[in-house]
């Protein structure tokens, strides 16, 4: 791959033109990338019936899967500023597609692991990265459109990916269907081929005295500089961000071990396999709709300045309906399941970054957002295969909706009680300072009140001075 252009100055964003084409490569590449892992759900009942293993073992291949994509960001960010875009959502279509393929021979889950966890998970990391990344080059007045347009991807290739994996399960068996998945997934280089780079005017080379100032001090400084800037280890100092995080970690260990067991618990309550398919793509479809209009209410002038607290009751919401779950033994009941499991994911997913910029701004925001998916990885890898033992070990899947419920639901309410600490503090501390600077202020005005006395009176004894004297 060749290195990317490189640019003179930021020039203005085409809101438009073929920015809108980028839109659409960044629609499918999002899309495969936040789908598969649940979508390949379909499939576990089967490998596991295959390779004889165990519910916790079939776990953690979407585990893994999601652990590489988002501990993967770091790398995927490097090597778009490095050569762009367009080569690395290449490149990651071309990984996803040789991880399904390569899979499809395998016959030992651990080689199913490295395949679709590893292999599989780095490529969805690249399209991710590189999709969010070129849509900021491409608009600047209309990017929450053009951003939202392409978050849409996820649950829209959920809806058709479920039924359509299905389909081909009972067509062509686990491994035919991982075949065509592969190929399927080559769409991502068709993707990233509309990732056209922005023609810039190139840098003006550096004059001989200022190169010749550069050293290898000046270097290891800037190399130090940009991984603070990407890993910035003083954020866990800022108490918002420390209960956020908490609240964030409690929530992705819950979230995604209901969408992996859903389909096989809606087979066990009696329902025919293509109908437990649907039900994930009817949460798909009403997360859709949500996410949008989440991010209207959000941006309400009632909800904006309560916009963590907002956060705090769509954590409540949705592990609420976990926790009801259990009590879902028929079809219609599994159906209003899934719309408001997708209600309540819809509206955190539409909220999670959105609180994060809110607590730290948009200036620490890249470097907050790079600690915060590395960190999330270690949830994310752990919760469907802690589920999957409960199955394991009770031989009901009643009490993996409960642990993701209670942990979710805790996280909410913990969010709740500790933003409204966080706030009163920072008022407090607001006071505080206000306070102080009002002595400081005090205390200067009466430090300048003499000087100023005495230049008031030191002309006047200059002038005494001779009649004196006479």
Not at 16 to 33: K, N, P, Q, T
Not at 43 to 50: L, T
Not at 254 to 267: E, W
Request: glycine share 10%; hydrophobic share 45%.
């Amino acid at each position: 791959m060749s290195p990317a252009p490189a640019e003179m100055s930021a020039c203005k964003p085409l809101d438009g033109g073929w920015g809108w084409m980028v839109v659409l490569g960044a629609h499918i590449s999002i899309g495969f990338a936040y789908s598969t892992p649940k979508a390949l759900s379909i499939f576990f009942k089967a490998i596991k019936e295959d390779l004889g293993a165990s519910n916790s073992e079939i776990a953690w291949i979407s585990s893994i899967m999601l652990a590489a994509m988002y501990a993967g960001g770091p790398v995927s960010s490097m090597l778009v500023n490095r050569f762009g875009s367009r080569p690395v959502v290449i490149t990651g279509g071309l990984l996803c597609a040789v991880s399904m393929v390569t899979a499809s021979f395998g016959n030992s889950i651990v080689y199913l692991y490295f395949c679709i966890g590893i292999i599989g998970g780095c490529g969805l990391c690249l399209n991710l990265n590189a999709s969010l990344t070129i849509i900021s080059k491409y608009f600047l007045a209309r990017r929450p459109l053009a951003n939202g347009l392409a978050m849409a991807g996820s649950p829209v290739f959920l809806c058709f990916l479920a039924p359509l994996n299905q389909y081909l399960l009972r067509t062509f068996g686990w491994r035919g269907s991982l075949l065509i998945l592969g190929g399927l997934m080559l769409h991502c280089c068709v993707a990233g081929a509309l990732m056209r780079p922005i023609v810039t005017l190139r840098k003006p080379p550096q004059k001989k005295e200022e190169q010749s100032k550069v050293n290898g001090t000046d270097v290891c400084q800037g190399s130090v500089t940009k991984a603070k800037n990407f890993l910035d280890l003083s954020l866990f100092k800022d108490r918002g961000f420390v209960i956020y995080l908490i609240g964030n970690i409690m929530f992705i260990f819950g979230a995604y071990a209901p969408i992996v067991f859903l389909s096989n618990y809606a087979v066990r309550q009696g329902v025919d396999e293509y109908s437990a398919a649907y039900l994930l793509s009817i949460m798909g479809f009403v997360d859709m709709f949500v996410r949008p209009g989440t991010g209207l209410v959000a941006n309400s002038k009632w909800i904006r300045p309560r916009i963590q607290y907002f956060f705090s009751f769509a954590m409540v919401f949705n592990g609420t309906c976990h926790l009801l779950c259990p009590l879902m033994d028929t079809y219609p009941l599994l159906v209003t399941y899934a719309i408001f499991f997708g209600v309540g994911f819809g509206m955190v997913f539409a909220l999670i970054f959105e609180c994060l910029m809110d607590l730290m701004g948009s200036q620490r925001f890249p470097s907050t957002v790079g600690l915060v998916t590395v960190i999330e990885c270690f949830p994310m890898l752990l919760g469907p295969p802690a589920a999957g033992f409960l199955v394991d070990t009770f031989k009901d899947y009643k009490y993996l909706f409960l642990m993701c419920g209670t942990v979710i639901v805790t996280g909410g309410l913990f969010l709740f009680v500790m933003n409204i600490y966080n706030y009163h503090m920072l008022d407090r501390e607001k006071a505080k300072e206000s306070e102080q600077n009002q002595i400081s202020i005090e205390n200067q005005e009466q430090v300048n009140l003499p000087e100023a006395e005495a230049e008031q009176t030191g002309p006047e004894t200059e002038e005494t001075n001779p009649h004196q004297e006479l």
